[in-house]
């Protein structure tokens, strides 16, 4: 079993800059992927960034140049630092980790979530 303990969030003005953090603890496991999500109200989850085992970073589209994802292998955790937001980043944050469990037959893979940070960009 894996927690999940999300950080950050809050109030900014447009243009301002939030740092989110997670960290991942629990019982001994291979944590193979780590990322940001978020929900905006009335709209699906989405993918903000995506940090693989093999230190790939992906992004969304819409945060890339203003968001910047780190993963700390050796603490568990990753970061999501924000820069230059805009009124449409105002969603919930979720913290996503997948972790990889062997077994004799081989492994199977099982998904957590942070319970969410929100972050609001008005002015």
């Known amino acids: 079993q894996v927690q999940l303990v999300e950080s950050g969030g809050g109030l900014v003005q447009p243009g301002g800059s939030l740092m989110l953090s997670c960290a991942a603890s629990?019982?001994?496991?291979?944590?193979?992927?780590m990322a940001w999500y978020r929900q905006a109200p009335g709209k699906e989850r989405e993918l903000v960034a995506r940090?693989?085992?093999?230190?790939?970073?992906n992004y969304a589209d819409s945060v890339k140049g203003r968001f910047t994802a780190s993963r700390d292998n050796a603490k568990n955790t990753v970061s999501l630092e924000m820069n230059s937001l805009k009124p449409e980043d105002t969603a919930v944050y979720y913290c996503?980790?997948?972790?990889?469990?062997?077994?004799?037959?081989?492994?199977?893979?099982?998904?957590?979530w942070g319970q969410g940070t929100q972050v609001t960009v008005s002015s």
């Open positions: 996503y980790v997948r972790t990889r469990h062997w077994v004799e037959e081989g492994f199977y893979e099982l998904e957590y």
């Open positions: 629990g019982s001994s496991t291979t944590i193979i992927t």
């Open positions: 940090c693989t085992g093999d230190r790939t970073t």
